[in-house]
């Protein structure tokens, strides 16, 4: 079993609010991943690290920021939630160069902004 | 950035067929891996494919890689309900492999 956690799992938010997503790895692993996924659809990849302090934009536009202050935590933060954000975020972690290892993936918080 | 396709994007078979789902690369890929997510979950790693013309197995699902290392496929015979989910397969996202881009998926349906 992998030992990604994040929390929570389900939120409800009014538009407006800020909210922190959490992802945290106990496996010493150096990369993390955020991706947005709607419900059996594509994954999009909207922030990457590599390591501490070193954070990257994915693909996916989104208005949405991360930290990597410690190798294991990974929060995701949107300063003011919309309706647009209700989907599922998914937080993944892997070591080394990709290829060299597999993704381990946390359970999701599916996010609901009404 | 590096993009792979899918196809199909949705199947349905009865149990006891056969499933193919194709995974199209426009660039050589270095490694390519293959994803389950079962409804309600997460991706769940499958295996990984790096040599030219691989070919590796486990159980009823047989995973190939192309010649050119552009495309790969997954096959899976004869289906059953445990199959239900989307397969993603997944390839390096930069030339550094620093992370990972998934294709679109292809959402698999049994019908017993």
């Known amino acids: 079993e992998a030992d990604i956690y994040q929390t929570p799992r389900y939120l409800v938010i009014g538009t407006g609010k800020k909210i922190t997503l959490e992802c945290s790895q106990t496996?010493?692993?150096?990369?993390m991943y955020w991706y947005q996924q709607d419900p059996g659809m594509e994954l999009h990849l909207i922030h990457y690290?590599?390591?501490?302090?070193?954070?990257e934009k994915g693909d996916l536009s989104s208005e949405s920021t991360v930290s990597r202050i410690r190798t294991e935590h990974f929060p995701l933060t949107l300063e003011s939630a919309r309706p647009s954000h209700t989907s599922q975020y998914l937080c993944?972690?892997?070591?080394?160069?990709?290829?060299?290892?597999?993704?381990?993936f946390g359970q999701g918080t599916r996010l609901t902004v009404v | 950035g590096q993009q792979v396709m899918q196809i199909p994007q949705y199947q349905h078979v009865q149990e006891g067929e056969d499933f193919t789902t194709y995974c199209n690369s426009s660039?050589?890929?270095?490694?390519i891996q293959w994803y389950k997510q079962r409804p309600g979950g997460h991706p769940v790693f499958l295996i990984q494919?790096?040599?030219?013309?691989e070919v590796k197995k486990q159980k009823r699902l047989t995973f190939q890689f192309g010649e050119a290392k552009k495309n790969s496929s997954l096959h899976i015979t004869a289906t059953q309900t445990t199959d239900v989910g989307t397969y993603f397969c997944?390839?390096?996202?930069?030339?550094?492999?620093?992370?990972?881009?998934f294709g679109p998926g292809t959402r698999l349906s049994v019908l017993p």
């Open positions: 993944a972690s892997s070591m080394g160069q990709w290829g060299n290892t597999e993704a381990f």
């Open positions: 496996m010493g692993h150096d990369k």
């Open positions: 690290s590599y390591g501490v302090n070193s954070t």
């Open positions: 660039t050589t890929l270095s490694n």
């Open positions: 494919l790096v040599k030219s013309g």
């Open positions: 997944a390839g390096p996202g930069d030339n550094y492999g620093q992370n990972f881009v």
